[in-house]
């Protein structure tokens, strides 16, 4: 799998919903805000960018 990109999986992607709900929302585009969930490792092996990406294509969707 080196080099392949990974889908997110259902887990992963209601735990950024957990993530984005509990955070002040305003520091979305900040690339600090992500690298601090990154370093905190909330999503175990996903980069800053990854989540960050994941997140705008999916901020209008609702967790169900």
Same mark, same amino acid.
Do not use: G
């Given at each position: 799998n080196i080099g392949k990109k990974k889908k997110?999986? %259902?887990v992963e992607g209601i735990k950024l919903f #957990? %993530?984005?709900s509990t955070n002040n929302t305003s520091n979305l585009n900040k690339t600090s805000f992500w690298q601090k969930i +990154? +370093? #905190?490792r909330l999503i175990p092996e996903r980069t800053a960018d990854q989540m960050k990406k994941f997140w705008s294509e999916h901020e209008n969707y609702t967790i169900e």
């Open positions: 997110f999986t %259902i #957990q %993530i984005m +990154e +370093e #905190q």
